[in-house]
DNA sequence: CTGTTAGCGCGTTCAC
DNA sequence: GTGAACGCGCTAACAG
């Protein structure tokens, strides 16, 4: 044996041709245009492959047609629970239409999104960018090139999917107004993201609405070390409730009330955004849904569909939120 | 103008060449051996070349090198918090090599991670799998086909990254025999998991060399709501701390137990694995951390080895563990 | 319904 | 140093 292309020659489709009798276009057929062909014809070559252990040439495939059944999905960050969800259910969607997808980590830079993209715009159909850090600009450039999907970024002309806060921070406010307290806090995340700046914005119009004080708290970034620390600044604004731009914030949020001896929500109410955590906290925390994983679906979906159409259109589909009460919101303390 | 592939065929090698007033071979060169040509030749050429905006296809080089400069990386279900981190990990070891990561989610099927793997196989250098379902016969089966990395998941002969429990679990009776428990028990995760056997054994040993009764709860999956309601089962033992399979499962214990008013640590001591929460429980959670991140890393560094240097190797990385001790642990209530 | 003939864009022997 | 062929594995017109 002189070389036979190292130890494992993948079978091609001729291997799968001799084999059966027939030619390469007829395999090809089988799999790509079944109902071209005789139904016996196609199960048997069908089934003389998997014998062979022949598998399709994606890349072989893509040259040729031009289509490489492959998107690229970007996220700002994989460890953030918000996104898993969102990736799973887009995952599951690519599925269904046989496409793979790229999975890009931007770790919240906009470089590293602009690179990941330009490594990936060779060899997917479609791109799908999730809380893009990237300027409008950028984002534009690349939706030139690869038919795009945005979630939780509004960029006019670019088809997007975004999930509107607004009903569940308003139902969130209505509940508090309800319960009595009369001055509450919003904790912020990301200034950079779209999410964060909608969030704040519902706060504001829901507390006028209710007659309610709101103080605005930053915390640097959002995660649960962050939520914990700007407890201080939040009991020092005299507030009796506080709504965090997320999940994670607000937990942290909760132990440092408790690390202060502040009872959760006896003392003080806390309301998260994402429902990432389900009832995991105790007590359970009150949270404002998000549905990452519809917005996940919904964009995969639209792309695809992009994709297949080649319809651009001008999509904007939103997804609405509403308030999941639990345990961490009650009357506020007597003075 | 007929049709001319569309508004947007990008520029090709004959493009630059035709421009540049050389044949092809030339302008391949001067992006692949930059050294075989002239330096003035070199630099000329890639400067027609990004003025014409031409960008080397990967498809088409990836076809007729055989190298496609992407890996697979398949898990069984993004959304357990344990996986986030390595994925994180993997990622970014994969962007320093300049490789495109394929993510796939089999759900916890070995069916649909059997689908992913050949979809994938056409188009990567290298398989990445964490925590397979897959059959040892199949895991031969495509690690014939491509170098392929294990994570948790011991077969003779594939390199393989594991997470030693052993040690974390050992500290983590002895620190429970050290408190004065003399009875606990151990829940159970996914019986076709590795780490959940390995973890097991490791109860079952170090209960053994400190005296300590041990009884197995099975927890039918791994996930907050069945540790919630594996509680009174636990409780029936008679035991007075638990060690569970991994954080959630602790996590939703901790809740079960303070819905029947059994307070954690005093009345009952809690003791998770993987540290995929850090300190977010209250009370926060003693753990045995297992560093997925670290797993993540260390097995796409070594895949990417293996790639470079085409030698196969029976690699066996272990990483150790060792025991967080944190707020959910104690000595037993007096009888 | 099925076989034949061309390429897809690029890397790579070969000669020059 | 550089150009001319061939082939990677597959799809897409064409015939038959």
Same mark, same amino acid.
């Given at each position: 044996?002189?070389? =036979?292309?190292?130890?494992?020659?993948?079978?091609?489709?001729?291997?799968?041709?001799?084999?059966?009798? %027939?030619?390469?276009?007829?395999?090809?057929?089988?799999?790509?245009?079944?109902?071209?062909?005789?139904?016996?014809?196609?199960?048997?070559?069908?089934?003389?492959?998997?014998?062979? =252990?022949?598998?399709?040439?994606?890349?072989?495939?893509?040259?040729?047609?031009?289509?490489?059944?492959?998107?690229?999905?970007?996220? @700002?960050?994989?460890?953030?629970?918000?996104?898993?969800?969102?990736?799973?259910?887009?995952?599951?969607?690519?599925? !269904?239409? $046989?496409?793979?997808?790229?999975?890009?980590?931007? $770790?919240?830079?906009?470089?590293?999104?602009?690179?990941?993209?330009?490594?990936?715009?060779?060899?997917?159909?479609?791109?799908?960018?999730?809380?893009?850090? &990237?300027?409008?600009?950028?984002? /534009?450039?690349?939706?030139?090139?690869?038919?795009?999907? &945005?979630?939780?970024?509004?960029?006019?002309?670019? @088809?997007?999917?975004?999930? $509107?806060?607004?009903?569940?921070?308003?139902?969130?406010?209505?509940? &508090?107004?309800?319960?009595?307290?009369?001055?509450?806090?919003? #904790?912020?995340?990301?200034?950079?993201?779209?999410?964060?700046?909608?969030?704040?914005?519902?706060?504001?119009?829901?507390?006028?609405?209710?007659?309610?004080?709101?103080?605005?708290?930053?915390?640097?970034?959002?995660?649960?070390?962050? =939520?914990?620390?700007?407890?201080?600044?939040?009991?020092?604004?005299?507030?009796?409730?506080?709504?965090?731009?997320?999940?994670?914030?607000?937990?942290?949020?909760?132990?440092?009330?408790?690390?202060?001896? %502040?009872?959760?929500?006896?003392?003080?109410?806390?309301? =998260?955004? $994402?429902? #990432?955590?389900?009832?995991?906290?105790?007590?359970? !925390?009150?949270?404002?849904?998000?549905?990452?994983?519809?917005?996940? /679906?919904?964009?995969?979906?639209?792309?695809?569909?992009?994709?297949?159409?080649?319809?651009?259109?001008?999509?904007?589909?939103?997804?609405?939120?509403?308030?999941?009460?639990?345990?961490?919101?009650?009357?506020?303390?007597?003075?």
């Amino acid at each position: 044996m002189i070389q =036979g292309k190292g130890q494992n020659a993948r079978p091609t489709m001729v291997d799968v041709a001799n084999a059966a009798g %027939v030619s390469k276009s007829t395999v090809s057929r089988a799999f790509s245009q079944p109902e071209m062909l005789g139904t016996e014809t196609v199960s048997r070559i069908l089934e003389i492959a998997s014998s062979i =252990g022949y598998v399709p040439n994606h890349t072989a495939r893509a040259l040729s047609t031009g289509r490489y059944g492959n998107v690229a999905l970007v996220v @700002p960050d994989v460890t953030n629970p918000f996104f898993p969800p969102l990736i799973r259910a887009a995952q599951m969607s690519a599925d !269904l239409a $046989d496409y793979c997808v790229f999975l890009g980590n931007s $770790d919240e830079s906009w470089r590293q999104e602009d690179k990941l993209l330009d490594r990936f715009v060779g060899q997917v159909d479609g791109l799908l960018l999730v809380a893009s850090r &990237l300027s409008e600009e950028r984002i /534009h450039g690349h939706a030139a090139r690869k038919p795009t999907v &945005l979630i939780n970024r509004d960029v006019r002309g670019i @088809p997007r999917v975004l999930i $509107d806060s607004g009903q569940g921070v308003q139902e969130a406010i209505a509940h &508090l107004a309800a319960l009595g307290h009369k001055r509450i806090v919003y #904790v912020s995340g990301p200034s950079t993201s779209w999410s964060n700046q909608q969030r704040r914005n519902a706060v504001r119009q829901g507390a006028r609405d209710f007659h309610l004080h709101v103080d605005i708290v930053a915390a640097r970034v959002a995660s649960y070390e962050s =939520g914990r620390a700007v407890v201080p600044t939040i009991l020092a604004t005299g507030a009796s409730a506080a709504i965090a731009f997320d999940d994670v914030t607000a937990h942290g949020i909760m132990t440092g009330m408790a690390d202060l001896g %502040v009872s959760v929500p006896s003392s003080f109410s806390v309301i =998260g955004c $994402d429902d #990432v955590l389900g009832a995991a906290t105790y007590p359970s !925390l009150t949270t404002v849904s998000t549905r990452s994983d519809e917005a996940g /679906h919904a964009a995969m979906s639209l792309l695809l569909d992009l994709l297949n159409s080649r319809s651009v259109g001008d999509a904007r589909i939103t997804l609405d939120t509403h308030l999941v009460v639990r345990g961490t919101t009650s009357a506020p303390p007597r003075r």
